[in-house]
């Protein structure tokens, strides 16, 4: 089964992709992971896609299904994969696609977790993280037994720039620019799935595997 989570910045699809891929003993691949193996290892992939990035430029997204078709290729992707973080736009979805179509292959499941931007915010303007082990908390649905100090380590907590509600705004902007419009290419693929994300985290893991299952 090749599954793809979809969702915004914020909407969970990391932390169900990850217990997706335990339930169903299944990869979870990013591309983030992708690139990092491939450059601490100095791989002749890893090695192209470093060259961009050096630069500061965008990984084609040619390069980018090269480094994601040699991870799907491995061993433990025989039964199938999930896809986090990629594709998120749809020349990228229409490149992975043909890689895949010359493999007679074909992605089963694109999960879209929906939540509404003002949840997103209110979320992730909650998180709070260690400055020393990284930890994280949440003010409301998993705060510290110390406001502002971390139960593991005892360091300050901090809220990084990225989780401050101007910021995340502006990340859900680009995501309904770049990447919503993968919503309807996976509807007329016949592939595409919808969760209330607002549910708890237990019951969003429900909810998609009976989808799975249906």
């Known amino acids: 089964m090749k599954i793809i989570m979809l969702g915004a910045p914020g909407a969970g699809k990391g932390t169900q992709a990850i217990r997706l891929a335990e339930e169903l003993g299944l990869p979870h691949i990013s591309t983030g992971d992708i690139f990092r193996y491939n450059i601490k290892n100095n791989t002749e992939l890893g090695q192209k896609a470093k060259a961009y ?111 401050k509600p101007e910021t995340v705004a502006s990340r859900l902007n680009v995501y309904h620019e770049m990447t919503e419009p993968l919503e309807n290419y996976y509807k007329e693929s016949g592939v595409y799935v919808e969760v209330d994300g607002t549910q708890t985290m237990d019951e969003v893991f429900a909810s998609i595997l009976a989808l799975l299952k249906d």
């Open 53 to 163: 990035m050096d630069k500061g430029q965008l990984v084609p997204d040619e390069l980018t299904v090269d480094l994601l078709l040699d991870r799907v290729a491995k061993e433990d992707c025989e039964n199938g994969y999930i896809l986090d973080g990629y594709p998120r736009t749809i020349p990228q979805a229409e490149v992975l696609d043909k890689a895949l179509a010359e493999k007679n292959e074909k992605i089963d499941y694109a999960v879209n977790i929906a939540v509404p931007d003002e949840n997103i915010i209110n979320r992730m303007g909650g998180r709070r993280t260690c400055t020393n082990c990284g930890e994280t908390y949440h003010i409301v649905y998993n705060a510290p037994k110390v406001e502002g100090i971390c139960d593991r380590c005892g360091a300050p907590l901090i809220q990084r720039e990225d989780d």
